[in-house]
């Protein structure tokens, strides 16, 4: 857990926030990443940045003009889209929806809805598992939802990162996933039934989780394990 010396209230209703991110001995630019939702410029010393999230739905910030890779459709040993369990939830969760964008919010809200038993006894179970036993906790609700989505052709990968806990007074590590609607990847949390993730979401990485061994997607999170000082410094 990193602490922060300010508290963040509400932080579900941030849609930007600029926070100050220093790293022991580590450019921090060199772990978090740019993209869309999170960019950063030079902090005041070689060991800091300024980093800016907001929120971005399917309609916000430029739109991508490359193809989306294969990987984020098709199924994998983690992410077994083409499990009969996981394909009927989806049926179930889009209840005949047609449009992509409203299939991925139905099936992130039935995912929250459904996983009831919300702890922290699995390790990392596959979406068949979870399908099956509807219980876990952040990794379990990103993993069936990229399932699902991509069971209902929709492209999806699962992001790690940090998250804002109001109890801990800090940021915590966290696993929600991300979807391709309208050429733009888009981010959910199935864990928060967030349709669009709010701005105390900080990205370190995604994966499609694709002949990856789950305790790899977190390697980011060693390298800013104990070394990482992060503080908002404007919240809108």
């Known amino acids: 857990v990193a602490k922060t010396k300010h508290r963040i209230t509400n ?11 220093a790293l022991k001995d580590e450019n921090p630019a ?14 005041d010393s070689p060991t800091s940045i300024t980093l800016e999230v907001q929120s971005a739905g399917p309609e916000d910030g430029e739109a991508s003009t490359a193809e989306v890779d294969a990987q984020y459709l098709r199924p994998n040993a983690l992410i077994d889209s083409d499990d009969s369990r996981v394909r009927a939830s989806m ?22 809805e459904k996983i ?3 702890n922290f006894g699995t390790t990392f179970a596959s979406a068949s598992e979870v399908a099956k036993n509807l219980s876990g906790d952040c990794t379990e609700h990103a993993v069936l939802a990229a399932a699902m989505c991509r069971a209902a052709n929709i492209p999806a990968r ?3 990162g940090l998250v804002y806990v109001p109890k801990l007074e800090g940021f915590g590590y ?44 977190f390697l980011p999170v060693a390298r800013i394990l104990g070394k990482l000082e992060i503080e908002p410094l404007e919240l809108r």
Do not use: C
Not at 30 to 43: C, D, L, N, S
Not at 194 to 206: G, N, Y
């Open 11 to 21: 932080p579900e209703h941030t849609r930007y926030v600029k926070y100050r991110v």
């Open 30 to 43: 060199e772990i978090f990443p740019a993209e869309r939702r999170q960019t950063h410029q030079k902090g």
């Open 91 to 112: 049926t179930r969760a889009i209840d005949g929806a047609t449009e992509p964008w409203e299939k991925a919010k139905r099936i992130n809200h039935w995912v929250f």
């Open 116 to 118: 009831r038993d919300k």
């Open 158 to 160: 699962v992001v790690v």
């Open 174 to 217: 966290h696993m929600w996933h991300e979807v391709y609607i309208n050429q733009r990847w888009v981010a959910q949390d199935a864990s928060f039934d967030q349709t669009t993730v709010d701005a105390v979401h900080i990205k370190l990485s995604e994966t499609s989780l694709d002949g990856v061994s789950p305790f790899e997607s």
